[in-house]
């Protein structure tokens, strides 16, 4: 699934004649479109994304680097939104993955065709993509939508993308997966969605150019304090908890039903599989600071100067 269709007339074979490209740690194909690197054969989605995604002032775009929490901001936006029409004990989310109840553009909605209808989703429609800032859809920057990012420290970013990729391997590539190796990848930009530093920075100056359209939230802030980002979120898309609500506690509801010990005990969560992936990888340890079982504190030096100079400046920090 690393390829794009071989057509030798096919534009999108010329364009990718242009490119950079890379086989990154676990053997997967990346090439670098609009100054990040993406897997070849999401390259095709992201231009059909790109030329054809009509954004709806309703919907909400959640924004991710792959395993920065992507699966849990799905669930909290799916049951703040949908809490009116199922009750939390009878949600989708108990029987359903995350990620099959909000659909990613690329890896979804585009994936098999160039054009698909989407307009028969019901608003608001909530969609979830990898793509950078600067490559999203015109319509998705002018419109009202709502864009909500969630980043997290790049040191447990890496320490779960690499434990994801391994997981999701056969045994053949996991055998060959140096943890060194890949870091040094990892450091140099060359990963999923890399460079890490220049998607967060995207996301980052367009929330600090428009709060109310981009929400720019971090992993670590919601494991802190998750029932404090549940109304956060429902207020920044405008699906503010009433005060009769807050009193029935549905907030710590929400937060109860979306939290890592529900989803990863569910059955559909321990056993079922998308189309590539295992659910339960999605649901490995939901922690703060792992990176320090399997990183050595000299990596971590390495990533900090990274973020020094790469983030100097701009308000952001981990
Ligand atoms: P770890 O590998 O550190 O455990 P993504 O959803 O973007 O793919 O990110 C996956 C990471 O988020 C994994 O991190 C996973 O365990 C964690 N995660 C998944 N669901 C979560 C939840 N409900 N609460 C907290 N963390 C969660």
Known sequence: FDQVDQDPK???????????????WDGGQLVKYDGIWCATRLLRPIISTQKYFKAKDTDIILSTMPKSGTTWLKALAFA???????????????????????????????????????????SPRIFSTHISYNTLPDSIRESECKIIYICRNP?????????????????KYAERILIDKA????????????????????????????????????????????????????EFIEFPFSLEEEKQGVIEKISRLCSFENLSNLEINKTGNSDIFKNSSFFRKGEVGDWKNHLTPEMAERVNKILESKLEGSGLMF
């Open 10 to 24: 096919d534009e999108l074979q010329e364009l990718l004649q242009t490119l950079e490209q890379h086989t990154t």
């Open 80 to 122: 703040i939104i949908n809490r009116n029409i199922h009750e939390i004990d009878q949600s989708p989310l108990l029987n359903s993955n995350p990620h099959a109840v909000v659909p990613a553009l690329e890896f979804d909605a585009y994936r098999d065709q160039e054009n698909p209808d989407l307009e028969h989703i019901p």
């Open 155 to 171: 040191l447990d970013l890496f320490n779960s993308l690499w434990h994801f990729l391994l997981d999701n391997k056969s045994e």
């Open 183 to 234: 870091f040094d990848m990892f450091c140099k930009g060359n990963h999923h969605s890399g460079p890490f530093w220049d998607h967060m920075l995207g996301y980052w100056n367009a929330h600090l150019n428009d709060s109310q359209k981009v929400l720019f939230l971090k992993y670590e802030d919601l494991k802190e304090d998750i029932t404090f980002h549940v109304k956060r979120i429902a």
